[in-house]
């Protein structure tokens, strides 16, 4: 048994240093060897504290251990028994070699076969669920041994209760609740809302269906992954509040617009439409390069809705109607209909013809927060701003790196050797996020609206102060030449065949209108869309 001297203590937000990095996968604490016996309850407060970290992904989990440990030496650890240490280490890292359920004792588990990682995970999940479960019944425990990140936990309860400012930080609330945002967060404002016991939802199967989607998220994107996804969920959720949405919106427009925002970018690949296509990707061939990503999230996400039967209870036709009413908002954040949909919102203010009692101009304005939702971070605080930067620009250049390497032509904005992540974000906020968020202010004129645009005006000169310190002084050299590099049209749908569509196999593609129709067409191969 390692004997630790120095117990490492960080406030959450502070960036863990690199020392204490390297010690992976330790949780250290101060009791007695008695602890691995029934310790008198009364002692349950002397208990000092701990520390759990993982440097896979160089981040820190901070925990307070406030109820009783049980260590098993099938984990890896053999308790000597004798003696009373200070500070007792144990490598939790074999808890994550083990296939077999069996070597993690407890409620839910089988001891009958392995189980894979990810069967694992959703094992783990669940148990969460349980426990939350009971809070908001408010049943009490009968077990008096509380989970490891009982009082982790409690600061991420007590980061929900401001999940309505604008200033609300995502990564923060990732790491309280160890990578589960998009889970916890989702359930937290449906449950808030009232939304379960309204539409009768069965909270086994929702937590079920939120777990499968976080997971369907890629956690190696560096940008579209869970964290984006709660993030947008959370911003979507800033602007179902602002006044006019709040008065007008109903029940069923308030849950489609939360699980579009968590499902928006499901299963997303880490690259854009373009790479696909010229690569022949086969979504690209099934989707006739019509938006092909987002229906592809669309699709999934109602592969998981059906998987889990989280609309089983309600009558068919309405399952039918609010998958497809999903789905149209889903599609609608195509950034290649950036001006369709801009245009459109432009025309119906200019003409003051937006009226809310109307279920299709509802749907448009749902269609157009989850948009600004999308693309909101720009207008977020420059601390949490530049972090959206780095990661999407990081994502950008990967996948220019990939297309070097394939000898392909690489992408507009992913060259890393002519763009600059200052540039890139220059650009994005003058063609795209300026001109829509304008719009959203005047058909939304309040403090948030105003908060937003001038968050984004700051954070566009601080990045314009950032291209003048690294010696580029030129206007030219400040924006882009062009605002079609944001804003990429879908290439024209070609009629070469699908390889893996025999001759008399049609092929589904599925367009969005803006007023929250989806049209469906059938098209035999060979034929081209109109």
Same mark, same amino acid.
């Given at each position: 048994?390692?004997?630790?001297?120095?117990?490492?203590?960080?406030?959450?937000?502070? %960036?863990? &240093?690199?020392?204490?990095?390297? #010690? $992976? !996968? @330790? =949780? *250290?604490?101060? /009791? +007695?060897?008695?602890?691995?016996?029934? %310790?008198? &309850?009364?002692?349950?407060?002397? #208990? $000092? !504290? @701990? =520390? *759990?970290?993982? /440097? +896979?992904?160089?981040?820190?989990?901070?925990?307070?251990?406030?109820?009783?440990?049980?260590? $098993?030496?099938?984990?890896?650890?053999?308790?000597?028994?004798?003696?009373?240490?200070?500070?007792?280490?144990?490598?939790?890292?074999?808890?994550?070699?083990?296939?077999?359920?069996?070597?993690?004792?407890?409620?839910?588990?089988?001891?009958?076969?392995?189980?894979?990682?990810?069967?694992?995970?959703?094992?783990?999940?669940?148990?969460?669920?349980?426990?939350?479960?009971?809070?908001?019944?408010?049943?009490?425990?009968?077990?008096?041994?509380?989970?490891?990140?009982?009082?982790?936990?409690?600061?991420?309860?007590?980061?929900?209760?401001?999940?309505?400012?604008?200033?609300?930080?995502?990564?923060?609330?990732?790491?309280?609740?160890?990578?589960?945002?998009?889970?916890?967060?989702?359930?937290?404002?449906?449950?808030?809302?009232?939304?379960?016991?309204?539409?009768?939802?069965?909270?086994?199967?929702?937590?079920?269906?939120?777990?499968?989607?976080?997971?369907?998220?890629?956690?190696?994107?560096?940008?579209?992954?869970?964290?984006?996804?709660?993030?947008?969920?959370?911003?979507?959720?800033?602007?179902?509040?602002?006044?006019?949405?709040?008065?007008?919106?109903?029940?069923?427009?308030?849950?489609?617009?939360?699980?579009?925002?968590?499902?928006?970018?499901?299963?997303?690949?880490?690259?854009?439409?373009?790479?696909?296509?010229?690569?022949?990707?086969?979504?690209?061939?099934?989707?006739?390069?019509?938006?092909?990503?987002?229906?592809?999230?669309?699709?999934?996400?109602?592969?998981?809705?059906?998987?889990?039967?989280?609309?089983?209870?309600?009558?068919?036709?309405?399952?039918?109607?609010?998958?497809?009413?999903?789905?149209?908002?889903?599609?609608?954040?195509?950034?290649?209909?950036?001006?369709?949909?801009?245009?459109?919102?432009?025309?119906?203010?200019?003409?003051?013809?937006?009226?809310?009692?109307?279920?299709?101009?509802?749907?448009?304005?749902?269609?157009?927060?989850?948009?600004?939702?999308?693309?909101?971070?720009?207008?977020?605080?420059?601390?949490?701003?530049?972090?959206?930067?780095?990661?999407?620009?990081?994502?950008?250049?990967?996948?220019?790196?990939?297309?070097?390497?394939?000898?392909?032509?690489?992408?507009?904005?992913?060259?890393?050797?002519?763009?600059?992540?200052?540039?890139?974000?220059?650009?994005?906020?003058?063609?795209?996020?300026?001109?829509?968020?304008?719009?959203?202010?005047?058909?939304?004129?309040?403090?948030?609206?105003?908060?937003?645009?001038?968050?984004?005006?700051?954070?566009?000169?601080?990045?314009?102060?950032?291209?003048?310190?690294?010696?580029?002084?030129?206007?030219?050299?400040?924006?882009?030449?062009?605002?079609?590099?944001?804003?990429?049209?879908?290439?024209?749908?070609?009629?070469?065949?699908?390889?893996?569509?025999?001759?008399?196999?049609?092929?589904?593609?599925?367009?969005?209108?803006?007023?929250?129709?989806?049209?469906?067409?059938?098209?035999?191969?060979?034929?081209?869309?109109?």
């Amino acid at each position: 048994m390692e004997v630790c001297y120095q117990l490492p203590v960080l406030p959450l937000d502070r %960036p863990v &240093p690199k020392h204490v990095l390297s #010690r $992976r !996968g @330790a =949780i *250290s604490f101060s /009791s +007695s060897s008695s602890l691995f016996g029934a %310790p008198d &309850p009364r002692q349950l407060s002397q #208990r $000092r !504290g @701990a =520390i *759990s970290y993982d /440097s +896979s992904d160089q981040t820190a989990l901070y925990i307070r251990m406030l109820g009783d440990v049980r260590v $098993r030496s099938r984990v890896g650890f053999d308790p000597e028994g004798k003696g009373s240490y200070s500070y007792l280490c144990i490598d939790f890292r074999t808890l994550h070699s083990y296939s077999d359920s069996s070597l993690i004792p407890g409620p839910g588990f089988s001891s009958a076969g392995p189980v894979s990682g990810r069967r694992l995970r959703r094992l783990l999940s669940f148990q969460r669920y349980l426990h939350s479960s009971r809070l908001l019944r408010g049943t009490p425990h009968l077990n008096p041994l509380h989970i490891l990140d009982e009082d982790y936990t409690g600061q991420a309860k007590c980061m929900l209760e401001r999940v309505a400012t604008w200033n609300f930080d995502i990564f923060l609330y990732d790491r309280l609740t160890n990578g589960n945002s998009l889970v916890t967060l989702t359930f937290h404002l449906l449950n808030q809302y009232g939304l379960l016991e309204l539409f009768q939802l069965d909270m086994v199967k929702l937590w079920r269906f939120l777990v499968m989607v976080q997971e369907d998220y890629h956690s190696l994107n560096p940008y579209h992954n869970a964290v984006h996804a709660a993030d947008v969920t959370q911003a979507m959720y800033c602007y179902l509040r602002e006044p006019k949405l709040a008065k007008s919106l109903t029940s069923c427009d308030i849950l489609l617009g939360l699980l579009a925002a968590a499902t928006h970018d499901l299963d997303h690949p880490g690259v854009n439409q373009p790479f696909l296509i010229k690569t022949n990707h086969y979504l690209a061939k099934l989707y006739r390069n019509s938006s092909v990503l987002e229906n592809h999230h669309w699709r999934s996400a109602v592969g998981l809705l059906r998987e889990t039967g989280l609309f089983s209870h309600l009558p068919a036709e309405d399952g039918l109607k609010m998958e497809h009413q999903l789905g149209s908002l889903i599609l609608a954040t195509d950034i290649s209909r950036q001006n369709e949909y801009l245009g459109k919102f432009r025309t119906h203010l200019d003409q003051d013809d937006l009226y809310l009692s109307n279920a299709s101009h509802r749907h448009f304005i749902l269609q157009m927060a989850l948009k600004c939702a999308d693309i909101c971070n720009p207008c977020r605080p420059w601390e949490l701003s530049k972090q959206w930067s780095e990661k999407v620009t990081e994502e950008f250049f990967h996948q220019g790196d990939i297309e070097k390497k394939h000898r392909l032509e690489v992408s507009p904005l992913c060259d890393s050797q002519s763009n600059s992540m200052a540039n890139i974000q220059i650009g994005f906020m003058t063609y795209v996020v300026e001109p829509l968020f304008a719009e959203w202010g005047r058909f939304s004129d309040t403090r948030l609206s105003q908060t937003m645009l001038g968050h984004l005006g700051l954070n566009k000169a601080s990045w314009g102060g950032l291209v003048q310190q690294e010696g580029s002084s030129s206007p030219e050299e400040l924006e882009p030449s062009s605002p079609a590099f944001f804003t990429m049209s879908t290439p024209a749908v070609t009629e070469s065949e699908p390889e893996s569509a025999s001759a008399a196999e049609p092929i589904a593609v599925t367009t969005a209108t803006a007023t929250g129709e989806t049209n469906y067409k059938e098209i035999p191969q060979g034929s081209k869309e109109s």
